[in-house]
């Protein structure tokens, strides 16, 4: 039972985006976010690492338990985004942990 969650670790408010991309009234291109959900989720750090390419660039990762919800499930990944205390992490991968139980987010931010 290693996918068991409890209700009460779910102790902080995230925001799942989706972000569509959209032309301007000049032609040009930009990112619309659109709120698919505001959630209840527990947060668990995967893991830091640091890249050096020309450059250094802190990469975190974080997974995030929510309840399971269909409009999640059903979006493309690469456009979705949590927001968690007005910082934006890219989803990178969403599993589904029992039968439509609950989710698993696995997120990313560089810095």
Not at 83 to 98: I, S
């Amino acid at each position: 039972m290693k996918d068991f969650v409890f209700i009460g670790k779910m102790d902080r408010r995230i925001d799942i985006v989706k972000k569509i991309p959209t032309k301007g009234s000049t032609g040009a291109d930009y990112l619309t976010s659109v709120n698919i959900a505001s959630v209840w989720a527990s947060k668990k750090p995967l893991k830091s690492d640091e890249s050096v390419d020309d450059k250094v660039v802190m990469i975190n990762s974080d997974q995030f338990v929510i309840r399971y919800h269909p409009d999640i499930v059903k979006e493309k990944i690469q456009h979705l985004y949590v927001v968690d205390n007005n910082v934006e992490l890219n989803v990178y991968g969403v599993e589904k942990v029992g039968r439509k139980q609950f989710l698993k987010l696995n997120c990313d931010r560089r810095e």
